[in-house]
């Protein structure tokens, strides 16, 4: 995978926190973000802050044995091309 986003097990994720300048463009990303969503129909965990966004992509599967896969690295993928 060639972006920022880490690799994180039990459960298998990928997270990854977006530094923003200012509130303005945290919140341009975050809408970004939405329409995003839902137009693929996906939704990543989020905290953020005024400068600062977290992002926690899970597997789509359930239980513990839910890997990540090609759905979701094709999802950050997406995400990278918003910032």
Do not use: C
Not at 29 to 47: C, K, Q, T, V, W
Request: net charge negative; proline share 5%.
């Amino acid at each position: 995978m060639d972006h920022p986003w880490t690799r994180r097990s039990r459960p298998d994720r990928l997270e990854r926190r977006v530094e923003f300048a200012d509130y303005d463009t945290t919140r341009t990303f975050l809408e970004r973000l939405n329409a995003l969503s839902e137009r693929l129909g996906r939704f990543p965990d989020i905290s953020f802050g005024r400068t600062y966004v977290n992002l926690t992509i899970r597997p789509e599967g359930e239980g513990e044995d839910a890997a990540v896969g090609e759905a979701e690295t094709t999802f950050a993928a997406a995400v990278d091309e918003l910032l």
